[in-house]
């Protein structure tokens, strides 16, 4: 796989991580003030973009390609098993970064007395 396959596809890798990033929590409606939800929703929201997911897949892309380097010097082929290995870790470490932000979402909501049901 040549170098511009391998950053066309971490590009698509970061792009649809950052599209499936924090699915909206869905909130327990019962005795909540829709303005102050909205404005607490922003707040939390501001948070959550604190977690850059771009760093996490760049990061995850150079010790993936690295780990496979090293497979690849074992069994001879390096290239693939690099690129193999960099695909993967920046994947990896794209979905954890979403994982993480919708952590950050649904901890601040709940912070702010929120029933927060998923």
Not at 30 to 58: F, R
Request: hydrophobic letters at 40%.
């Amino acid at each position: 796989m040549n170098k511009l396959k391998i950053l066309v596809i971490l590009g698509l890798t970061a792009a649809i991580a950052g599209c499936a990033a924090h699915p909206d929590p869905i909130v327990d409606m019962q005795g909540v003030n829709p303005d102050l939800l909205a404005k607490d929703w922003e707040d939390c929201e501001g948070y959550s973009q604190e977690i850059v997911v771009s760093k996490g897949v760049a990061k995850g892309a150079g010790v993936g390609g690295g780990v496979g380097a090293v497979g690849g010097a074992i069994n001879g082929d390096v290239g693939r098993t690099a690129a193999n290995g960099a695909l993967i870790g920046a994947t990896r470490s794209g979905l954890d970064a979403n994982r993480e932000k919708q952590r950050v979402f649904k901890r601040c909501l709940r912070g702010r007395g929120y029933r927060v049901l998923n």
